[in-house]
């Protein structure tokens, strides 16, 4: 039997339905960071963003109250990237990912081949014995154990770390605070690693799904082949896009009508929503306009907002107001959905 193909339509709704932005959900930080996949979170506060935009009634307190708690993480995890996981998540996906990591660190860091990691985590393992550490004083201790900087750059990759509030949060936001993951959230054994790689492409597909292997293999970093190993274990359904990609996909997970409304919202920086392969399946950063948010001349990229399920412009608080910059002219009733969204997002930056 030929599988059913889903339009372009479809399948941005499926990932505006599974990353919680057709309709806010009454979920915790916690439950909503393992229903989107993570959050990526490069800049502390498009955390607080992301959430915002898709949970009813979220305040800032919330998410700094379930990282003081130790409900949610900010860690290394997908791709050497920091992201938001929940604690439970954090070491099953960590271990998912740790080879295929260690092997594009010893790749891609100049003199990474050489160095004797495994020694440099114990260094800062005997560091971190007594509590956390900014992360200046690792660097300290690691060179005067005679290993470079840049040995710091991929410890977390041998010694599970995590960013100790209030370091990475909305007041604090740079994440230069660690900690012992093992300490922290008492954790002491690995997993069992193909639990862990089903836990990943379930969340992955959940997440962000239908998908191609290719489109979980870039998530995770993982080789294609190490993909499709892995989905092969699970019990898929499957599509095929409109260029007849296959697609596989978790039984029963929301499929919405192509043409089910798209709410405006506001999105922060890096929000992996806008990334990988989902993001150019469904087209919802039009390539005419993907310059405007990611480039080689930004360090960062721009917060967007949404109209129609499509990033429509960007947006920048003010100290004041949310400013935003439509790529074109917003039709009226665009303009005032946008228009109120943004005195809401104004009133979160001021009051929390």
Same mark, same amino acid.
């Given at each position: 039997?030929?599988? +059913? ?12 339905? +599974? ?31 992301? #959430?915002?935009? +898709? ?46 990591? +260690? ?59 995590? *960013? ?9 936001? *740079? ?44 998530? $995770? ?5 190490? $993909?499709?190993?892995? #989905? ?14 296959? #697609? ?94 943004? *005195? ?9």
């Amino acid at each position: 039997m030929s599988e +059913r193909v889903l339009s372009r339509e479809r399948l941005l709704r499926a990932l505006l339905a +599974r990353q919680l932005l057709l309709e806010r959900a009454p979920l915790t930080p916690e439950r909503a960071v393992e229903r989107v996949g993570l959050l990526q979170t490069q800049h502390a506060p498009s955390a607080y963003l992301g #959430l915002w935009s +898709r949970l009813a009634g979220f305040r800032r307190a919330d998410l700094t109250d379930a990282l003081h708690r130790r409900r949610v993480v900010q860690a290394w995890v997908m791709r050497c990237t920091i992201h938001m996981a929940s604690a439970a998540d954090f070491g099953p996906l960590s271990d998912a990912v740790r080879a295929q990591r +260690r092997a594009l660190f010893r790749r891609t860091t100049p003199g990474a081949a050489d160095l004797d990691m495994p020694a440099a985590a114990a260094v800062v393992r005997d560091l971190l014995a007594d509590g956390p550490l900014r992360q200046s004083e690792i660097v300290d201790g690691l060179l005067a154990a005679g290993f470079p900087k840049a040995a710091f750059t991929g410890i977390q990759l041998w010694l599970d770390l995590v *960013r100790v509030p209030p370091a990475g949060t909305w007041e604090l936001p *740079r994440a230069h605070v660690y900690g012992l993951a093992s300490t922290w959230l008492r954790r002491s054994a690995p997993v069992d690693l193909a639990a862990a790689e089903e836990r990943l492409a379930t969340r992955y597909l959940r997440g962000f799904g239908p998908a191609t292997p290719g489109d979980l293999a870039r998530y $995770a970093g993982w080789t294609i082949t190490e $993909a499709k190993a892995v #989905l092969e274990r699970l019990t898929l359904r499957r599509f095929r896009d409109p260029d007849g990609r296959l #697609l596989l996909d978790l039984p029963r997970a929301p499929l919405p009508d192509a043409d089910a409304p798209t709410p405006v919202r506001f999105l922060g920086r890096f929000d992996a929503v806008l990334l990988l392969g989902h993001a150019t399946r469904t087209q919802i950063l039009p390539a005419e306009h993907r310059h405007h948010v990611f480039a080689t001349t930004k360090p960062q990229s721009v917060p967007t907002f949404l109209v129609d399920g499509r990033v429509a412009g960007t947006w920048r608080f003010t100290g004041e107001d949310v400013e935003v910059s439509p790529f074109a002219p917003l039709a009226p009733a665009a303009r005032d959905e946008v228009d109120a969204e943004a *005195r809401r997002l104004a009133e979160f930056h001021r009051t929390g």
